[in-house]
Every structure is written in structure tokens, then in C-alpha cells.
């Protein structure tokens, strides 16, 4: 499979503690973008990478959260002492940077937080 | 801000009907893209629209980019219980270095009873 991939699918974890989420792209993809999503609704944009740097962060993004491209290929999104609102689905998107581009979906981090 | 406005937000269907789900904004966007998502899992690119008054089909799906791209319809001929989903509209944010991150509608749930 060359699609996005994320992991774990499924994290439960107790308010308080931090958790690490790790996000694959499509291989040859210099753009990968974070996006949250709230039951029944749109995702909503948190940040975005182009190669290893780290373009743009959401007001959604507190302190809390932070995120990584080391190398330009996999990204981790880091959630320090979670509380029961950072409940969501964690969804990473990949695209090709040329005009008018696709954004291809992983199938997202389910968090739940105790 | 760019927004994106769906509707409706719900619909609930008996199968061999046809349905239209509409995606509205008071911007201009250089492309529209319409998702399918299924629970737990990312969503699924359908289409990209860019060009104004663009028709695009996919089987029983038909989609249209308004003229002035600020809004979009998706149109489901004959809806099956498979069309069963979270369908969303998203487009690309222009300018600066907040280029191609999306924007969301808020989606649209559509179940279809057999």
C-alpha cells in the first residue's frame, strides 16, 4: 500500500499523560498537513510542513501540541499532559506541491481521553 | 478567512431517490475538492473541480463547480446504501504560506435506507 499511513488507529489514554502520534506520506510528497476532526464535522487545519520545516501552526495548536518533520519524510504530532477536549480523530494529509494540488487523507488517530 | 458553508447537514434518504448536497462561500477558491469519509477512517478524495462552471461525473455522482468558483453541488442519482456516509467540500486557501491548506465545510451525513 503507497497511500498515507498513520499510527496507532486507536489511542485511549488518561488525562494528563502525553502521546505521540506518527504520520507516513506518500512517498515522493514534500507537503504533509495535520488536521483535527470532531465528531460529525470537517477537519479542522493544525499545521503544515513543507519538507522539514514547519510553515504554519493553527491558533488551534496550544502549547501542548507540537510536531515534527525531521527528515522531510514521516512527522509526529506530540500532545503533552492531554485533557478530555483533545478527544478527536488526528487526521495527516500528503500532497505534491504543484498548483491546484490533492491532498491525500491517511485514515486518521482516533484519541480518546479518560 | 475563507469559509465553507454545507447543506444540509443531514439527510436521510430511501434508496432509488436522488439527493443534492450544496457547499456555499463568499470567497473565491481556485479549486473545490469533494470527500467521502466512512466512521473511523480518512477521508476519501471523489473529485477536484477548478474551473468555473466545470461539471464533473463519477458514476451516479455528478458535480458542478459554480461559475464564479464560490460554490459547489454534489448530485447522487438513484442513492444506494453504499452512498452511506460523511460527505465533505473543501478548498485550498491562496496566498502566502498558508497556500493549499484546506478549508472544510461541515459536512453533510447521508444515510440511504435499503
Known amino acids: 500500500d503507497t497511500g498515507v499511513s498513520q499510527d496507532p488507529r486507536h489511542k485511549i489514554t488518561k488525562r494528563g499523560q502525553n502521546v505521540t502520534f506518527r504520520c507516513d506520506p506518500i512517498s515522493e510528497h514534500n507537503r504533509l498537513y495535520w488536521y483535527r476532526q470532531t465528531l460529525g464535522q470537517g477537519p479542522e487545519f493544525l499545521t503544515y510542513?513543507?519538507?522539514?520545516?514547519?510553515?504554519?501552526k493553527s491558533r488551534l495548536l496550544s502549547d501542548r501540541f507540537s510536531a515534527e518533520r525531521p527528515k522531510g519524510s514521516f512527522s509526529t504530532l506530540e500532545i503533552q499532559r492531554t485533557e478530555q477536549g483533545d478527544s478527536a480523530m488526528y487526521l495527516c494529509a500528503s500532497s505534491l506541491r504543484v498548483i491546484k494540488e490533492t491532498q491525500y487523507f491517511g485514515p486518521g488517530t482516533r484519541l480518546l481521553v479518560l | 478567512t475563507q469559509l465553507l458553508e454545507q447543506s444540509p447537514q443531514f439527510l436521510s434518504i430511501q434508496e432509488g431517490e436522488n439527493l443534492t448536497v450544496y457547499c456555499n462561500s463568499s470567497s473565491v477558491f481556485s479549486s473545490l475538492q469533494w470527500y467521502r469519509q466512512e466512521p473511523g477512517e480518512g477521508p476519501v478524495l471523489l473529485v477536484t473541480v477548478v474551473t468555473g462552471g466545470e461539471v464533473k461525473k463519477l458514476k451516479r455522482l455528478t458535480f458542478q463547480f459554480g461559475d464564479a468558483r464560490k460554490d459547489s453541488s454534489l448530485h447522487i442519482t438513484a442513492a444506494q446504501p453504499g452512498d452511506t456516509g460523511l460527505y465533505l467540500c473543501a478548498g485550498p486557501n491562496a496566498g502566502g504560506t498558508s497556500y493549499g491548506k484546506l478549508t472544510f465545510g461541515q459536512g453533510t451525513i447521508l444515510t440511504v435506507h435499503p
Open positions: 510542513f513543507q519538507n522539514e520545516a514547519q510553515l504554519e
